[in-house]
Every structure is written in structure tokens, then in C-alpha cells.
């Protein structure tokens, strides 16, 4: 084999050497790149799928909220709803009161309470108030139960009044009391139609 023959060889010889290193640092590269990009396909999947949970949750917080800032309202109205028709129902109980001040029943429910608050007092002092309102009332009230009575000075409605100052007792049969106690105490349930 000559010299050039042996070049040729040699030549050839190294450019398949250096071809096939050439090949594999460009595999390696290749792979180093595929993985990089398999990295950055799966990053970025991850931060597109908490994007999305924190988008839903987000969304699912804003709608509880405007579920409860509408519940608050619906809450508001009908509060404002229902103390309308409490002090409508009141203004006509308290109607039905004057009506019922103007009879007979009235009379007699009176002397049932005066007597009542006598017994109580049980030989104790007693003044009995009787409502300004009802102070044409007061003789037959007087006669009826034996019991000398007070027209007050304060309105209370109707029904009556009695202190036992021995005792420090109040008797408060009184219908401005009976129609705040229960005002106070009155509330709408369920939640039923009207119909």
C-alpha cells in the first residue's frame, strides 16, 4: 500500500470517525433538546391545570358570594316586608282594642281585673288606676266592685292599673303593655303561601 492509498484510508477512515462522533454529539443533542421540550410541555400543562383550579375556584367563590350578598338582600326585604305587615296587624289590633273599649265585655273584663288585683292585695293597701279614657265609667265601676278607683293621668290604653306601695308590686293589666309585650315578642315563621 503506498502513501496516498494510506492517506485515503486514513482519511477515510477518520471522516467515518468523525461522522459517527458528529452523529452522536447531535443525538445527544437531540435528546438533550427533547427532553427540554417534554420539560417544558409538562410545566406548562401543570401551570395550565392550576390556572384552571384556581379560575374555577375563583369563579366558585364569586358566586357563593353573590349568592350570599343576594340572600342578605332577599333577608332585607323581607324584614322590611314582614315589619310592615307587624305594624299593620298591630294598628288593626289595636282598632279591634278601641272597638271592644266600647262595650259591655269591656265593662265586665274591668271589674274582673279590679277584683282580681283586690284579691292579690289581700287587705294590703291597694290603688287601683283605671285608664283616662274610661273615667265616665268609674261610678258603675266604683259601685260594682266596692272599691274606691283612680282615673290615672297617664294613658295606658285601657284595662287598669294597681300599685301596692307596701309591697312595691305593680299590677300592669293594661292594654298599651299587653299590646308592646306582645308586639315585642311577635314574629312571622314558616314561610307557608297565602292563598
Keep these: 500500500m503506498d502513501l496516498e492509498e494510506k492517506i485515503s484510508r486514513l482519511r477515510t477512515t477518520s471522516m467515518r470517525e468523525a461522522r459517527a462522533e458528529g452523529n452522536a454529539i447531535i443525538d445527544k443533542y437531540r435528546e438533550a433538546l427533547q427532553k427540554v421540550l417534554e420539560d417544558h410541555k409538562e410545566e406548562a400543562l401543570r401551570q395550565s391545570e392550576t390556572r384552571v383550579k384556581a379560575e374555577k375556584i375563583n369563579a366558585r367563590l364569586q358566586l357563593n358570594q353573590a349568592m350570599a350578598h343576594s340572600q342578605l338582600e332577599l333577608k332585607r326585604v323581607q324584614g322590611k316586608v314582614q315589619q310592615e305587615l307587624k305594624d299593620k296587624i298591630f294598628k288593626e289590633t289595636d282598632a279591634l ?8 265585655a269591656y265593662k265586665e273584663y274591668l271589674i274582673k281585673c279590679i ?7 289581700n287587705g294590703d293597701d291597694i290603688v287601683i288606676y283605671i ?3 274610661d273615667e265616665k265609667l268609674l261610678p258603675a265601676l266604683e259601685e260594682a266592685v ?7 293621668k297617664e ?7 294597681a300599685v301596692i ?4 308590686v305593680l299590677i300592669d293589666d293594661s292594654f298599651k303593655t299587653a299590646l308592646r309585650n306582645e308586639y315585642g ?4 315563621s314558616g314561610g307557608g303561601t297565602i292563598g
Design 97 to 104: 282594642v278601641q272597638d271592644f273599649m266600647k262595650t259591655d
Design 115 to 121: 277584683r282580681k288585683s283586690a284579691a292579690f292585695a
Design 131 to 133: 285608664n283616662p279614657s
Design 146 to 152: 266596692g272599691t274606691k278607683l283612680t282615673v290615672s
Design 155 to 161: 294613658d295606658f290604653t285601657g284595662g287598669i292599673r
Design 165 to 168: 306601695r307596701s309591697r312595691n
Design 185 to 188: 315578642k311577635f314574629f312571622f
